[in-house]
């Protein structure tokens, strides 16, 4: 893994103001822009920041697509998916057209939604190398080092595939998720991890400890492009 690029801040809330900032200057390029966006927990800090600000009208949506890094295999309106998560707390307040929201059909058969999603993927979005090339992808952080739904263990770093479904190794729910090979092929991927819990696994990959070569989120990276992680202060509480 190479030096990893960290950005600290103090509070939760400095952190989903600079990634509203930068969506604000994605949005005012005058083309197409495709944006990953995390699931789990920590997005929703920065779903409800971007509803209740400036930015809610400043960013020119029209210009935004989003998709997920990873979805549950649950219904859309299940408290457990990703994007119903995305659409109650920011897509429901914001005019953003509706064909700009590509989200991965959860409560559709896995196998089957995968292959549709690395379709739509490779149909909708520039390839650079023969594969979808974002220009942005944001990542979250389990504490056992996983991103995405790609787990420590069960993620195949050598695939061509795009897509591909995985089991959460504890609770066995069945998710769709990007492969390592097209979070590789970003323009600029940014971890963002918030809270202490988050801490000694940040500090393990900065250190490149032994435990970390285990980490998808360690071996994860824009070959090409940028990597940076997004930490508060509490994340980065381990490091020097
Ligand atoms: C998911 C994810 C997953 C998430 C991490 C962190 O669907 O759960 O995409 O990779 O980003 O598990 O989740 P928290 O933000 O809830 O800690």
């Known amino acids: 893994m190479s030096e990893m690029n960290y950005h600290v801040f103090e509070n939760a809330e400095q952190v989903v103001h600079a990634l509203a900032t930068s969506l604000q200057d994605y949005s005012e390029q005058g083309r197409p822009v495709h944006i990953s966006l995390s699931g789990g927990s920590t997005p929703s800090q920065l779903f409800?920041?971007?509803?209740?600000?400036?930015?809610?009208?400043?960013?020119?949506?029209?210009?935004?697509?989003?998709?997920?890094?990873?979805?549950?295999?649950?219904?859309?309106?299940?408290?457990?998916?990703?994007?119903?998560?995305?659409?109650?707390?920011?897509?429901?307040?914001?005019?953003?057209?509706?064909?700009?929201?590509?989200?991965i059909r959860g409560e559709d058969f896995a196998a089957m939604e995968a292959i549709r999603f690395a379709q739509e993927m490779s149909s909708e979005i520039p390839a650079k190398d023969g594969v979808p090339e974002f220009d942005w992808i944001l990542l979250g952080m389990g504490t056992d080092g996983h991103t995405a739904s790609l787990f420590p263990g069960?993620?195949?770093?050598?695939?061509?595939?795009?897509?591909?479904?995985?089991?959460?190794p504890e609770t066995r729910q069945i998710r769709v998720t990007k492969t390592?090979?097209?979070?590789?092929?970003?323009?600029?991927?940014?971890?963002?991890?918030?809270?202490?819990?988050?801490?000694?696994?940040?500090?393990?990959?900065?250190?490149?400890?032994?435990?970390?070569?285990?980490?998808?989120?360690?071996?994860?990276?824009?070959?090409?492009g940028t990597t940076e992680w997004y930490l508060d202060s509490e994340a980065a509480k381990e490091l020097a």
Do not use: M
């Not at 960013?59 to 979805?71: P, V």
């Not at 069960?154 to 959460?168: K, S």
């Open 154 to 168: 069960q993620t195949d770093y050598n695939t061509t595939e795009i897509a591909a479904i995985a089991a959460h």
């Open 48 to 103: 409800a920041y971007l509803a209740g600000s400036e930015f809610a009208q400043s960013i020119q949506w029209q210009n935004l697509h989003f998709w997920w890094g990873d979805e549950r295999c649950v219904a859309p309106d299940d408290e457990q998916s990703n994007y119903g998560q995305a659409k109650a707390l920011l897509f429901d307040h914001i005019a953003i057209p509706a064909e700009n929201i590509h989200r």
């Open 180 to 224: 390592a090979h097209l979070l590789a092929n970003a323009k600029r991927i940014t971890y963002l991890v918030l809270g202490a819990g988050k801490a000694s696994v940040v500090k393990e990959i900065a250190d490149n400890a032994p435990a970390a070569q285990a980490y998808p989120a360690a071996q994860v990276s824009a070959k090409a």
